[in-house]
T-cell receptor, first 114, second 111 residues
Framework: DAGITQSPRHKVTETGTPVTLRCHQT?????MYWYRQDPGHGLRLIHY???????DKGEVSDGYSVSRSKTEDFLLTLESATSSQTSVYFC?????????????FGQGTRLTVV | QKEVEQNSGPLSVPEGAIASLNCTYSDRGSQSFFWYRQYSGKSPELIMFIYSNGDKEDGRFTAQLNKASQYVSLLIRDSQPSDSATYLCAPTGAGSYQLTFGKGTKLSVIP
């Protein structure tokens, strides 16, 4: 299994509070992604990173920010959580340099905003 | 906006039958096509990938690709109850950073 760890695995937070989710990899893969998964919507890309300090927006980036100060860590921050951000969040990594674009996923973080 | 369409299902097949899962995509630049399986409450895992037109077989799984029709499918032969999961299609472009997924098809294999 690819070495990807998400933390926390579960979190309940209140509306308006900031929340940071962490994704840690031990594979030295260049590309890292944050997705959210909701019933009826599938996996939707929030933000992705193609290198240290290199990030870009995905299709549902509003209300989210990311940072990547080290190859192994990719942080997702909800600046002020809202109930619409209740979801399961998945981190993924890939290594395009190998010619493959397959992604490996972390275990997921279930976030509930009350 | 890249579109990936999958029938959400549920697709129910009896044990031992062939399950056929279909996916259409809008980006003609897509060159790599991945199928992921996701069990309920778990993360997606890669089961097949295909790059060239035609069929690719791996055990009980066969991926079929028709780039002219922008269509990719996954056949599961001798379906087992353990195949019951949601199957996600993910086409990607050459050198693309972004992985775009379909919403997935839920497969239920009935014993």
């Amino acid at each position: 299994d690819a070495g990807i760890t998400q933390s926390p695995r579960h979190k309940v937070t209140e509306t308006g509070t900031p929340v940071t989710l962490r994704c840690h990899q031990t594979e030295n893969h260049r590309y890292m992604y944050w997705y959210r998964q909701d019933p009826g919507h599938g996996l939707r890309l929030i933000h992705y990173s193609y290198g240290v300090k290199d990030t870009d927006k995905g299709e549902v980036s509003d209300g989210y920010s990311v940072s990547r100060s080290k190859t192994e860590d990719f942080l997702l921050t909800l600046e002020s959580a809202t109930s619409s951000q209740t979801s399961v969040y998945f981190c993924a990594i890939s290594d395009l340099l190998s010619g493959n674009t397959e992604a490996f996923f972390g275990q997921g973080t279930r976030l509930t905003v009350v | 906006q890249k579109e990936v369409e999958q029938n959400s299902g549920p697709l129910s097949v009896p044990e031992g039958a062939i399950a056929s899962l279909n996916c259409t995509y809008s980006d003609r630049g897509s060159q790599s096509f991945f199928w992921y399986r996701q069990y309920s409450g778990k993360s997606p895992e890669l089961i097949m990938f295909i790059y060239s037109n035609g069929d690719k077989e791996d055990g009980r799984f066969t991926a079929q690709l028709n780039k002219a029709s922008q269509y990719v499918s996954l056949l599961i032969r001798d379906s087992q109850p353990s195949d019951s999961a949601t199957y996600l299609c993910a086409p990607t472009g050459a050198g693309s950073y972004q992985l775009t997924f379909g919403k997935g098809t839920k497969l239920s294999v009935i014993p």
